[in-house]
């Protein structure tokens, strides 16, 4: 099963009117490569003007997605819509308003960054130069320097100037902070931040980075063993799942009672962990009520940890045989 | 302003309460002006919605207020809504720490002993707390702890 939960980046003048129609939205999408599966069954959904964060181990199958958006791949099955179009068949009028930093980038090493920006501008109808001037100063990108000798950082800024210049209203971004210092990190989020046009722009970026994830995203998609396990808005993630530390006298009953959803547990003896989502009513005052449970403490999660727990419970959630 | 995405709250919340803090601590004034989504964002390097919702926040609260046209102001009473917040982030807390004690089974004096040492040490170790109450209700505060 997978469960699609539409990220709901809310507020301000980005926030999305509740009518418009989703900047990408995936349904049932299947990807494989031979006998391998890429992607299985993933349903996903961005809310124009927000920004989405996407997570997983390596080789979970993010790169595969941003490729399938941008029409780069085939899926075995289910539908995308990019933008309302279908990125095989329109994939030209796509490329007009979408932008792409690939995870490498490929580029004449024997020309200059002035050579390549004039050369990506070629391709595009619209271009701001007044946008690409500012970023380029801003990121202290030398014009005259040949590709070749350019650092992997400076090498990521020239790709995101190329990216962002014709004002593209999805931006996909695979990988951009990979192998970054942590000052080029910092100026690649902040471009990001900074870039933003006025009317609202949508971007999906992957990321190893939770920190980053957390001061960019609105939305958070999970995805390991190409199946998405989790995606909702960042911060209800890290309000809602708690790691509780309890007694447990004779075991825990299985099922356990409706409305506790466990991503994690461990035990040793009578002491349990469990991290679960609290719901409403909480799922916390449940455990309590169980006879012979005492709960000794109830702890928020960093993003990572909860990432990281995510990433172990490939299914989304923990079977209930493993609870025994 | 330092906002640390390693830390648990969400980092509206961390903004909304550097902000709270620093209307209680005087840094902002009743009736000035907050900075524009993107100024703050670009500074903290975080999505603008993330500040629109920590301004959300802080408008619900009553202690900031919006001008049309001229963007948000810290409110006239502001000042007086952001402390009794401050009170209740504290309860918050030391019930935490009271409930952590009682389930490891130790004696409620014992916990109420242990509080008044940390209290002690905290105020030897920072001389300038960052929200400060009024000067009397830090000295009453204080003999309530001592005794």
């Known amino acids: 099963m997978t469960a699609t939960f539409a990220a709901h980046a809310q507020g301000g003048p980005a926030a999305a009117a509740p009518t418009r129609s989703p900047a990408v939205s995936m349904h049932g999408v299947t990807k494989r490569f031979g006998t391998t599966v890429a992607l299985d069954d993933v349903s996903l959904s961005i809310a124009p003007g927000s920004i989405c964060g996407l997570v997983g181990p390596n080789g979970a199958g993010k790169t595969t997605l941003v490729r399938l958006l941008l029409g780069l791949e085939r899926p075995a099955s ?191 003896g009578r002491e349990w962990t469990l991290v679960i989502r609290d719901g409403v009513p909480t799922a916390i005052e449940r455990l309590r009520a169980l006879p012979g449970v005492e709960v000794l403490g109830v702890d928020p999660l960093s993003l990572e940890e909860i990432f990281k727990q995510l990433a172990r419970a490939p299914a989304g959630r923990v079977d209930e045989r493993s609870l025994s | 302003m330092q906002i640390d995405p390693r830390r648990h709250l969400p980092i509206y919340l961390q903004i909304a309460e550097a902000i709270r803090g620093g209307v209680a601590a005087g840094t902002y004034r009743p009736g000035e002006a907050l900075p524009s ?37 810290v409110a006239e009473r502001a000042p007086g809504d952001a402390r009794p917040r401050a009170v209740e982030e504290v309860r918050a807390a030391l019930e935490r720490g009271i409930r952590i004690g009682l389930a490891a089974g130790l004696a409620p004096e014992s916990i109420a002993t242990d509080f008044r040492q940390a209290l002690a040490t905290a105020t030897r170790s920072s001389p300038s707390p960052v929200i400060p109450a009024a000067p009397q209700k830090l000295r009453r505060n204080s003999k309530e702890a001592d005794a």
Not at chain 1, 165 to 178: Q, R
């Open chain 2, 37 to 73: 989504l993107r100024e703050l964002a670009v500074t903290l390097r975080v999505n603008p919605n993330t500040v629109q919702r920590a301004y959300d926040e802080l408008s619900r609260e009553g202690i900031v207020e919006s001008r049309r046209g001229l963007g948000l102001f």
């Open chain 1, 78 to 268: 289910g539908t995308i819509r990019v933008l309302g179009l279908d990125p095989l068949r329109d994939a030209i009028p796509l490329r007009e308003r979408v932008g792409y930093v690939p995870d490498t980038l490929h580029a004449d090493r024997w020309m200059t960054a002035a050579e390549v920006l004039r050369f990506c501008r070629g391709l595009r109808r619209h271009w701001n130069d007044t946008l690409a001037t500012r970023l380029v100063d801003r990121l202290g990108i030398p014009l005259k320097t040949r590709v070749g000798s350019l650092s992997r950082g400076t090498l990521v800024k020239l790709g995101l100037v190329a990216a962002v210049a014709p004002e593209p209203e999805l931006l996909l971004l695979d990988e951009p902070m990979a192998g970054l210092d942590p000052l080029a990190r910092e100026e690649v989020v902040e471009t990001v931040i900074a870039a933003a046009p006025d009317r609202p722009w949508t971007v999906l970026f992957s990321s190893h980075s939770l920190d980053d994830v957390q001061r960019l995203a609105d939305s958070i998609a999970v995805v390991v063993e190409g199946r998405l396990v989790h995606h909702g808005a960042t911060d209800d993630l890290l309000a809602t799942v708690r790691r509780v530390r309890m007694r447990v006298d004779e075991g825990l009953p299985r099922p356990l009672p409706e409305g506790i959803d466990v991503i994690g547990s461990q035990d040793s």
